[in-house]
Nanobody, 119 residues
Framework: QVQLVESGGGLVQAGGSLRLSCAAP????????MGWFRQAPGKEREFVAA????????YYADSVKGRFTISRDNAKNTVYLQMNSLKPEDTAVYYC????????????WGQGTQVTVSS
């Protein structure tokens, strides 16, 4: 079992920036592909971004491409989501997830961190 802990959420004005972090206390994330997802009120959870275990490849939802950047520091056991040019429609609970590569899906999930973008 891998416990993921997100941090960095908060309230920001439209056009502002936030950086989310995801860590796994006591565990190594370097062998996992990692992803960020979000869920807005009344909507289904949606994919935001993902990164391979090495950080060599990244993937983004069209809605965030060019504004968000996913990265990882395996030495610090942390994955980041830099969010720039935030819009009110980015308001959601953001979840970090880890993919161990054996099930074809993300296997472990964090509890989420709230991001609220005011207009």
């Amino acid at each position: 079992q891998v416990q993921l802990v997100e941090s960095g959420g908060g309230l920001v004005q439209a056009g502002g920036s936030l950086r989310l972090s995801c860590a796994a206390p006591g565990r190594t994330l370097s062998s996992y592909a990692m992803g960020w997802f979000r869920q807005a009120p009344g909507k289904e959870r949606e994919f935001v971004a993902a990164i391979t275990w090495s950080g060599g490849s990244t993937y983004y939802a069209d809605s965030v491409k060019g504004r968000f950047t996913i990265s990882r520091d395996n030495a610090k056991n942390t994955v980041y989501l830099q969010m720039n040019s935030l819009k009110p429609e980015d308001t959601a609970v953001y979840y970090c997830a880890a993919d161990q590569g054996t099930t074809g899906q993300f296997d472990y999930w964090g509890q989420g961190t709230q991001v609220t973008v005011s207009s």
